[in-house]
């Protein structure tokens, strides 16, 4: 073909795109119902969805309009703006917390859908194959100019407003907390409306935290999955109750179903265990209704305390309900009268080094056995001659016997073992 005839061609080819679009556009409307129906079928985030997918309607008529005048007149690209439809439609999408996939599915497949349609429409009215061919080039490169300009405006509006409605919904959350933490008299559906969350069940208060270096959203997003990984954990089914307290911080409510119980702090650790290493969480006990998804938040606080004053020696779970971790909290929230308490009952005791924790840790155990050395022994994986031993060098570094003061004592000894340091001498 010569130079003259293929440009002849190409002037031919973007005739026929233009008339093309011109015939869809008359026929918009079924035009347009087709392709709904394709997106519709195609994205399975939508189904069952009448309101969304009422909007994708409009959004898809609109954005076909917008497309076929686009390529009937060879208007500049630069000049295409995304219809309002399509910003509705993306805003409500963020809204609802649909996935943006959903939103960039649509495109891909309305692209192909439009494409597909336009093609038959220039093979019926173009006889010549090469005119024909060129044709369909300059309508492809057109529907993707148009699909990239349109959908990268249309993401960020999703984006920005998933971070307007993220911010607001944090608000409302944040207010009904503190109503619901204060006790306040508050409508049970009301209050489950802005947390999005029921509160006529049981509940595990949890806080979570990081205890090494902190970048604000990786870390969140690294307690929120660890909060979904307890979820699991313990059965719930549904994902937590996650609210952001900074950027290391965080609390979340978990459901926990009927009949089930809360798993043991060993299967707790090996969740943390294995979502990292620096991650660290404090236990509420579980509560029912309003009142105790208040009470596991406040125990879960608590338990919290302790685990910061204990700060290095923390272990990767603190459970409220651990033996010891009530007294401890005690203990926490008056440090000066903590350290008062350790020094004047157990003297010598709580001096902070190995051999003292060794002796600590088994008369606290012993005491727990209810005096028994074998059952000492048994706990520990130590000969009972040992604890005797042991219990006989605590006394004396102590002071005095070992049932003076008995509540007193064992009061500073669970202080000693959860708080460490900051109690010792």
């Known amino acids: 073909m010569s130079a003259r005839a293929s440009v002849g061609a190409q002037a031919r080819a973007h005739r026929r795109v233009a008339d093309a679009a011109r015939a869809m556009n008359a026929a918009r409307g079924p035009l347009s119902g087709e392709v709904h129906r394709q997106l519709a079928d195609g994205i399975p985030e939508l189904r069952g969805d009448p309101a969304l997918l009422e909007l994708l309607r409009a959004s898809t ?25 399509a910003l509705a439609y993306a805003r409500r999408l963020a809204q609802r917390g649909t996935s ?69 919904r944090n608000t409302v959350r944040a207010a009904m ?29 949890l806080v979570l935290w990081s205890a090494g270096p902190v970048t604000t959203a990786s870390t969140l997003r690294e307690l929120e999955t660890l909060a979904g990984a307890i979820a699991e954990e313990v059965g719930s089914g549904e994902p937590p109750l996650f609210i952001p307290n900074d950027g290391s911080l965080a609390w979340a409510w978990i459901a926990l179903p009927g009949g089930a119980s809360e798993s043991s702090v060993d299967e707790l650790h090996r969740a943390v265990a294995a979502a990292g290493t620096d991650l660290r969480i404090a236990v509420g006990a579980a509560g029912s209704g309003p009142t105790g998804f208040r009470e596991t938040h406040r125990q879960a606080l608590r338990a919290y305390g302790v685990a910061t004053v204990a700060d290095e020696r923390a272990h990767a779970v603190t459970a409220y309900g651990t033996e010891g971790v009530r007294a401890a909290a005690l203990v926490a929230a008056d440090l000066d009268a903590g350290r008062e308490l350790v020094a004047a009952t157990l003297g010598g005791l709580a001096a902070d080094d190995e051999g003292s924790a060794r002796l600590r840790e088994t008369l606290l155990v012993f005491l727990g056995e209810g005096g028994s050395f074998l059952g000492t022994g048994r706990r520990l994986r130590i000969h009972k001659n040992t604890v005797k031993y042991r219990v006989d060098k605590a006394a004396e570094a102590r002071g005095r016997p070992i049932d003076e003061d008995r509540f007193d004592l064992e009061l500073a000894l669970h202080a000693c073992r959860w708080l460490g340091s900051a109690v010792l001498l």
């Open 100 to 168: 943006s996939n959903a939103l960039l599915r649509a495109y891909r497949l309305g692209q192909r859908g439009i494409v597909e349609l336009g093609f038959q429409e220039i093979d019926r009215q173009e006889d010549d194959p090469v005119v024909a061919y060129r044709s369909a080039q300059l309508l492809h490169e057109a529907a993707f100019a148009y699909v990239d300009r349109v959908a990268e405006q249309v993401v960020a509006e999703y984006e920005a407003e998933r971070e307007r409605w993220l911010a607001n």
């Open 177 to 205: 907390l503190t109503r619901l933490m204060a006790g306040e008299d508050v409508a049970v559906a009301t209050a489950e409306a802005a947390l999005r969350y029921r509160l006529r069940r049981r509940h595990l208060g």
């Open 61 to 85: 008529e609109s954005n076909i309009e917008t497309f076929l005048h686009f390529a009937q007149h060879e208007i500049p690209i630069d000049e295409i703006a995304p219809p309002t439809a």
